[in-house]
C-alpha cells in the first residue's frame, strides 16, 4: 500500500539511506533554498530540515529529486496506474488479457475518495506567520508555498466530481497582503481553477478555497498531472498513492449567500497543512516578484487574492518545498514522471501524432518537440510537411502545449528511429531538411506561458511558430566556423554550437521609443551583410544572435535555455534573404533568432555568494551533508 500521509514518506526515505536529517538550524530566508539547490545538482537525498529559523516546523525538500526516487516512492501503484493507461489507449485489452486486469474492480473503488467525520488535518490551528517564511531568492516579493495543492470546486456542480486540484502559486506575507490574513493566489492562463473563478465571478459570489501542504505524497503529483475533462485529480492521487484518498471538511463561517451552517471543502484527512479560506471573483493585489521556472524572476502583477480563514495542521507537521529555477530542477522529475505515465496516451489524443516532448532545459512551454505521420498525398515524388501542419495546430490546441512559443514537428516516415528525447540528434534531422522558404509558420498576437515576459506585449501575450520539416535530407550540416566569415561591426566571437547552428555575440540590445519596442537595426544589418557571405553559410540553416556566445556553445542546455526563453518568434525571428509573399513569411538564407536580454525582460536568477558561503558548513568534511557534492 501506498504512503498515507508525508511523515510516512519521509520515514520510508530515511530508512532506504535515501533522506538526509539536518539538525544545525537553516534559515527559510534563502539558505533552505540554496542546499536544496546544490543537493539536487549533485543528485543527492531527499533532504529533512529538523529546525528551521523562525518556524516551529521542520521542512523536507528534494522528495522528488530523482526519477529513481519518485518511483520508490510509488513503487506498490505505478504498475496499477500503468493499466489503467494502457486501457485508455486501448479498452480493447481488458478482453485480449483479462488476467492481467484481475483486479480492475478494486482499482475502479479506490478512486472514489472516502469522507471521514474527523482526521488529524483538524486537530491543530496556526497563524500563517509561524509557517516556514521561505524565500528561494533575494528578489522574492515574499514567502511563497512552493508545493500548493489549490483545491476549488464548480459553483455551479459542487462536489468532488468536478473538483480541481492543481499547483498554482501561493504567496503569503510582504506586499500588500495583511498579515495572517491574506495570500496571492497566481494561476497561470489555461487552469482548471480559472473555470471555477469565471462561474464565481458570474454567479456573484466567492469562491471557497483550500491550500493544500503535505499529505500523501501522490496529492503533489496529481496537481500537476495534465488530465482530461472530467477525471478529478482526487481520482488521479488515490490511484498513484495505492490507497483511497481519506477527506474531511471543516466548518469555516459561511460567506455571503451561503446557508448558516454550510460546510467547507473538503480537504485530506492526512494533510500536513491546509489554508482554507475563499477568492473574493472582483478583487486582486499585487503579487510577486517570483523566480520561476523560465530562470528568471516573474514581476509584480495584480492576482486574485485569498482570504485566509483558517490554517489547519496535523500534528507533527512537516512544510514540504521545492526550488524553482532555471531548469533542471526538481520538478524536472515531475515532467520525466508524468511522460512515462501518459506518453502512450498521445496517439489517442490526436491521430498522427506519435509523440510529443516539452523540452525542461528551454523552460518546458517555449520549446515543444514532436513527431507525426506525413502521409497526405502519398503517391508524390517528394515528401513535404502538409499532415504535419494539422497536427501541429492541434497540439497548439492542446491544454497547457497550447501555451507553446516554438513547435518543432517532424516525419516519422523520415527516420523511424528518431527519439523524440535525444535533442541533438531530433535538431540534425530537423536542419538537414527544413525549407526556410515554405517550412517557417508564424502565429502572432496569441497567448504564450504567464511567466513569459520575451514578447514584451503584456502577461500571456506573444507568438508561435510551428517549425515543420518532412523530405530528404537537403543540406549538410557544418560543424567548423566558416572561413573568413567577415562580421558587420558589433559582431563578434562565433561559435558552433550544434551541427547546422551558428551562434555570435551581439550588442547590447537598443530600444527604440517605449519600453517595449526594441532597435532591430542591428540584427537587420547583420543578415543583409551575412548575404553577401551566403555560400559560407550554406551548412549553417540556423543562426542564433546572443549575448554571450561561449556561454551559449558551452552545453546543449545553455543553448536551449539562452535562445528559446529569450526570444519571441514574431519579434526575434528574422533571416537572411526574407520575403513576404501572401501574407507568408520566409528567408532563402538562415534562419536568424535574435536571443539577447531584451530591456523588458526580467533578470536571470543568480545566488548571492554570501548565501552560498552560509551554507557551506553543511556540505563540509563533518557536515550532514559531506561528500554529496562529489
Known amino acids: 500500500m501506498g504512503h498515507r500521509n508525508l511523515a510516512a514518506a519521509v520515514a520510508d526515505l530515511e530508512r532506504a539511506g535515501r533522506l538526509v536529517r539536518i539538525e544545525p538550524e537553516v534559515d527559510p530566508h534563502l539558505e533552505a533554498a540554496e542546499v536544496h539547490r546544490r543537493a539536487y545538482q549533485a543528485g543527492g537525498p531527499a533532504l529533512l530540515f529538523a529546525r528551521v529559523k523562525g518556524s516551529p516546523f521542520p521542512m523536507v525538500s528534494n522528495v522528488f529529486g530523482t526519477l529513481d526516487r519518485a518511483k520508490f516512492l510509488f513503487r506498490d501503484a505505478l504498475e496499477d496506474v500503468r493499466k489503467l493507461v494502457e486501457l485508455k489507449t486501448d479498452p480493447a485489452a481488458i478482453r485480449k488479457r483479462p488476467w492481467r486486469y484481475w483486479n480492475l474492480p478494486v482499482l475502479g473503488w479506490r478512486l472514489r475518495p472516502k469522507f471521514m467525520h474527523s482526521g488529524p488535518i483538524l486537530r491543530h490551528t496556526t497563524r500563517l506567520s509561524q509557517l516556514p517564511q521561505l524565500k528561494c531568492w533575494p528578489l522574492d516579493g ?11 470546486e464548480h459553483p455551479d456542480a459542487p462536489g468532488w466530481m468536478k473538483s480541481n486540484l492543481g499547483m498554482y ?27 471555477h473563478h469565471a462561474a464565481a465571478v458570474r454567479r456573484g459570489e466567492r469562491l471557497r478555497v483550500n491550500v493544500i501542504v503535505g499529505g500523501p505524497p501522490a496529492l503533489a503529483v496529481a496537481a500537476v498531472m495534465p488530465l482530461p475533462e472530467g477525471l478529478p485529480e482526487l481520482a488521479f492521487a488515490a490511484a498513484l498513492g495505492g490507497r483511497r484518498l481519506e477527506l474531511v471538511r471543516g466548518k469555516p463561517a459561511p460567506a455571503a449567500g451561503e446557508k448558516p451552517g454550510a460546510v467547507g471543502l473538503p480537504m485530506p484527512a492526512e494533510a500536513d497543512f491546509v489554508l482554507s479560506g475563499w477568492i473574493d471573483p472582483t478583487r486582486t493585489k499585487p503579487e510577486g516578484p517570483f523566480g520561476d521556472h523560465l530562470g528568471y524572476y516573474s514581476l509584480t502583477h495584480d492576482f486574485p487574492v485569498m482570504t485566509v480563514e483558517t490554517v489547519y495542521h496535523r500534528p507533527g507537521a512537516i512544510w514540504p518545498f521545492t526550488v524553482v529555477g532555471r531548469p533542471p530542477q526538481e520538478d524536472t522529475t515531475f515532467g520525466e514522471l508524468i511522460h512515462e505515465l501518459t506518453g502512450p496516451v498521445i496517439p489517442t489524443v490526436v491521430p498522427g501524432l506519435h509523440a510529443v516532448h516539452a523540452v525542461d532545459a528551454a523552460g518546458v512551454h517555449p520549446l515543444l518537440l514532436a513527431i507525426g505521420s506525413e502521409r497526405y498525398v502519398p503517391y508524390a515524388e517528394t515528401r513535404r510537411p502538409q499532415e504535419l501542419l494539422m497536427l501541429a495546430n492541434a497540439v497548439l490546441g492542446q491544454g497547457q502545449l497550447s501555451l507553446a512559443k516554438y513547435l518543432f514537428i517532424v516525419a516519422k516516415e523520415d527516420a523511424p528511429g528518431l527519439d523524440i528525447h535525444d535533442i541533438r540528434a531530433f535538431l540534425r534531422h530537423l536542419l538537414e531538411r527544413f525549407d526556410p522558404e515554405s517550412d517557417l509558420h508564424f502565429q502572432t498576437r496569441t497567448t504564450v506561458d504567464t511567466l513569459d515576459y520575451s514578447p514584451g506585449l503584456g502577461l500571456n501575450a506573444g507568438s508561435k511558430l510551428v517549425l515543420a520539416a518532412a523530405g530528404p535530407k537537403r543540406r549538410e550540416l557544418a560543424t567548423a566556423t566558416p572561413p573568413g566569415l567577415t562580421l558587420p561591426d558589433g559582431f563578434a566571437d562565433p561559435r558552433v554550437v550544434l551541427p547546422g547552428v551558428l551562434a555570435l555575440k551581439g550588442p547590447p540590445v537598443r530600444k527604440s521609443g517605449s519600453r517595449f519596442q526594441i532597435d532591430d537595426a542591428d540584427v537587420t544589418w547583420l543578415c543583409s551583410q551575412l548575404a553577401q557571405q551566403e555560400p559560407q553559410l550554406a551548412g549553417f540553416p540556423l543562426v542564433v544572435v546572443v549575448d554571450d556566445s561561449e556561454f551559449v556553445a558551452r552545453t546543449l542546455n545553455n543553448f536551449l535555455w539562452a535562445v528559446f526563453t529569450r526570444s519571441d518568434p514574431a519579434n526575434d525571428v528574422y533571416g537572411v534573404g526574407s520575403f513576404t509573399h501572401r501574407k507568408h513569411w520566409g528567408c532563402r538564407g538562415p534562419v536568424v533568432i535574435d536571443a539577447r536580454l531584451k530591456p523588458h525582460m526580467p533578470p536571470p536568477l543568480e545566488v548571492p555568494p554570501e548565501v552560498t558561503r552560509k551554507v557551506d558548513a553543511l556540505f563540509a568534511k563533518g557536515g550532514p551533508l559531506a561528500g554529496v557534492e562529489k
Not at 515574499?142 to 476549488?152: A, N
Not at 502559486?169 to 473555470?195: K, M, T, W
Open 142 to 152: 515574499g514567502p511563497f508555498v512552493t508545493l500548493p495543492q489549490v483545491y476549488t
Open 169 to 195: 502559486r501561493v504567496q503569503f506575507g510582504g506586499n500588500e497582503y495583511v498579515p495572517d490574513r491574506e495570500a496571492g493566489l497566481h494561476y497561470q492562463i489555461h487552469r482548471g481553477i480559472g473555470v
